[in-house]
Structures are given as C-alpha cells and as structure tokens.
C-alpha cells in the first residue's frame, strides 16, 4: 500500500513535534537516509534525517526529519535504530489492513465485516451504501459523538439521510455537483452534524453503484482519514459485492436502462430519484460518437455524465443516455462536450415530459432527433423537427385511409375544369391566419381580388372558415397532401388573375365591394 506523509503523522502521534505538509499524496512505498540528490527525484521514498546533521543545538540530538518532496515532518523520542523500527511497523500495519480489506471484498457476504476493520483507521463512523441509498454496513456504535443526530437515522433505518446526498455540494475549484463522483472529498456539515462528510461514489463499469463516507462524530476529517476513505472505496470498486448482478439492479444506471425498456419504476428508482429532488418535467438525450461507439467510451461519457451532475446516465445500445430535469439536461450536455470533445458527438435531445413511464417513447425522440443530425456533430433538438416528424407519421396513416378534407379534392376538381386556383388560394388564406392584405400579398393579387375569391370558394365547397376545427382540419389536410401546388400556372401576377377573370366573363362583377383591378392601383 502506498502511504503519504499524513498517515505518518498520523501514527507516530505525540512524537511528532512539527510539521509541513504541501503534498501530502499517497506515493510512498519505502524508506531511505536522507540524500539531497535523490530526494529532488523521488516521490516514493521517505527520507530520514539527522537534525543533529544539520545543527548544533544540543536539544536537536535526538531529533529526526522524515522527508518527501514539499513535507516533512519533525519527531523526537526515538533512537535511528527505533525509529526506523517504528516506521517498518507502520509500513507493516497498513500493508496488513489493505490485505485484510481486499480479502473482504472479494466476498459479497462481509460488507459489515470489511466496514469494521475500515473503522481501525478511521475514527469517525463510516458507512457504506448502494446507489439506492440502502445503507448496507454502518460503524461506529458505542463511540464518542454517535448521538449525531445524521448517524442515528442510518443506524436505526438502514437509510442514508436524504439531506446528506442532497445537500449543496461544491468542490475545492468552486464546481457545483448533484452528486459525489469517484474522489473522496469532505462536504459541507448538514443540520445535526459538526463536521463535514468523507464523500466517494464507487463507479463501476461508467455508473454509481454505492458509497463510503465518514460522517459524525467528535473529530474533524483529517486529509489521513480522505485518503483511507479512498483506498476503501477503490478496493470495494473492484471486489465482489458491488460487480455483482444482484447489486446492479438496484445501481442509477440499471433503473434508468429499466425504464427505457419499459419495465416500471420500482421502488429503489423511485427512491434515487426522491433523494435527489428529481422532479418534472424531464428531458432525454442520446450521444452518438461520430467515430467509436463502444462500452470503453460509452462508460467514460457515463463517468463524466455524473461528474458534471447529471442525474441518470447509463449506456443502452452502445449508446450513452441521458435523463435529467429540463432545467439542468441542456447545461450538462454542454459541459459534456466540452470536456469530451463537442466535434465528436451527434446529440439526440426529446420534448420535455412529465411521467416517467414515458420514458420510452421520448428516448425514441431522441434517437429521431440525432438522425435528423446526418452524420455532424452538435445538439439536435427533436422540437425542432416535431412537426415535421408528425406529418410523416400522420402521412403514412393517411395513405391508407385517405382522411383528408374533402372540399379539397372538390377545389382541384374545379381549377381543373375552370383553368382557376381556388385550391392554392384556400391553402394561402388559412396559412396567412386569414389576413385579407397578407394573403393578397402572397398571392401577388389585390385584396378585393382575394375576397372574391374566397366568395366563390364558399359558393363551390361547404366550409365553414369561421370554425377553428375547420380550419385546422383544413390545414392539416393540406399539410398531407404531397402536390400541394398552384393548380392552375397561368396565374398572372400583377394583374386580374385566371381566377377572377373566368368568373367576371360569366358574372360581370369581380366581388360585391367592387371591380378587381390591377394591383398598384385603387379600386373603383
């Protein structure tokens, strides 16, 4: 086991009687005598030293340095030939404690058992859970400071307090997180604690699985009691308990690979997503590589994924997916990128949605939405293809049923016959809210001309375009017709169009507010 300077510290206690700590990294594997050259290279060496090498104070004689890299520490009240004993032994105490952990955490029965001998390095109670926050071993019972309120709600309802996982948490560069990742870290102290808590997410595989943390008690976290944290963490992300298949379906990721599949919210799920203040309305997104897609690159987006917050990520289909409120989905995406690289992804964003037994469907959004990417990188939003994807869909439906509006079959028929364009007319006028001067405008004709128009069209289908179904069945109707054109392209513009002047020949009127004339000019 690589140690650091704190945990020598830490074990030589009373004897210690100065120190500086800069680095304070676990990379030491052995000790040495002091040597100015050597130390400047070397990290994994703690040198010792003679004060009386240095000096000539006479109270320095049987004082030593242990040195590595920016640290040292200074300690009285052993012989070299003791001293060197002692750090053997210390060497000895964690090499064993590592040994026994690892051994533990190869089986899936001794989770309590590994938290205990855990709990010889680490004063402070510890406790570890699932990704559901099922608390699975807890330390601690009986020692000073266990009437932390927090320590009492995991003992008596094997639970990790909500507030402990939902508290703000802010990292040592001022980055904002929703939830712990793979570095052990102290956090914030909640109501009902002194001190603040030894948080490490153990990730698997790209997806949270459990916890470790120190919480409680009369001690303030030591930077020695992160680092064991650490090492515990790490030994138990690759030991037997939380690899196993058992422990998978209780992990974030499974439940959200669970409701993409459309199996129901169970109640672990329902409870990840209760202890982080998951609420409505949600959003989905799909990555897709646009070189690799793969369960190495996949679980390396998903690791990221929960660094910069998110809230469900997993791999489905050997592609990354998303689900996070709609407030915080499109910024996690974004920070994604960023670090990843926003040239090599194509992303899939859904509509917003509010039941999460919907989540099938809006992860088909997505999918939709990516291809709509053809191949290039950037943010695809299915909101911006929606229509469009719902006529195709309604499309298709139509082709077989032919559910369009009939006035419109019966307005082709006509301009066919009459050498008139009633048909785009209808179209122009109902697209355009039916303004009078914007239609005319787009229809390259007069007003007075427009209404005439729409005179006749009343006279030769029944329709009424005071109605809003109407209208938007009309609409709709013209929307899934794939010919929608001028029917008639002998249309001239900037004169009394085909239209109206078949009809004047026959009537002797253009509309009853007065003759049609070019546009530009006044009517009579």
Sequence with gaps: MQLSSWMFKKQLGNHVTSWSIEDGQPTITGIRLFDPAELAASENYLYIGRMADVVTDARFEATFMLLNRRDWIQVTGFGFDELVNRLLSIFELYNSWEARLHALAARTDALQELADVSHEMIARPLFISDAGDTVLAVTGEGDPGTDDENWRYMAENREVDPRILSYPIVTEDGRQMSYWDETARVYPAIPGSTFGTIGVAVIVDGEIRGVVASTGGLQEPGPEDIQHVQTIADILRDGAYFRSPEIRQHSISQFLETLIEGGEASETGERLTAARNFKPPWQVAVFRGLFRN????????????????????????????????????????????????????????????????????????????????????????????????????????????????????????????????????????????????????????????????????????????????????????????????PANPSVVAGGVDASTAADISSTGSAASGGTAVPEGLPPK
Excluded: W
């Design 294 to 485: 793969d369960i190495s690159q996949g679980a390396a987006l998903v690791r990221l994924a929960f660094t910069t917050g998110c809230e469900l990520a997993c791999i489905h289909d050997d592609l990354v997916v998303l689900l996070d409120t709609s407030a915080a989905l499109i910024a996690h995406v974004e920070a994604m990128l960023e670090d990843a690289g926003a040239d090599k992804y194509t992303v899939g964003v859904s509509l917003p949605f509010s039941k999460i037994d919907a989540t099938p469907a809006f992860h088909e959004q997505a999918l939709f939405a990516i291809g709509q990417g053809n191949g290039q990188a950037g943010i695809f939003h299915c909101a911006d293809f929606a229509y469009q994807r719902l006529l195709a869909l309604t499309r298709g439906h139509n082709d077989a049923l032919r559910l369009t509006h009939p006035a419109l079959g019966t307005l082709k028929a006509y301009d066919a016959e009459h050498e008139t364009d009633f048909y785009h007319t209808l179209h122009i006028y109902l697209r355009d809210e039916r303004s009078l001067v914007k239609a005319a405008a787009d229809l390259f004709i007069h007003r007075n001309s427009l209404m005439y128009r729409i005179k006749r069209i009343g006279e030769i289908v029944d329709v009424d375009l005071d109605d809003a179904g109407g209208r938007a069945y009309l609409l709709l109707s013209y929307e899934l017709e794939d010919d929608e054109r």
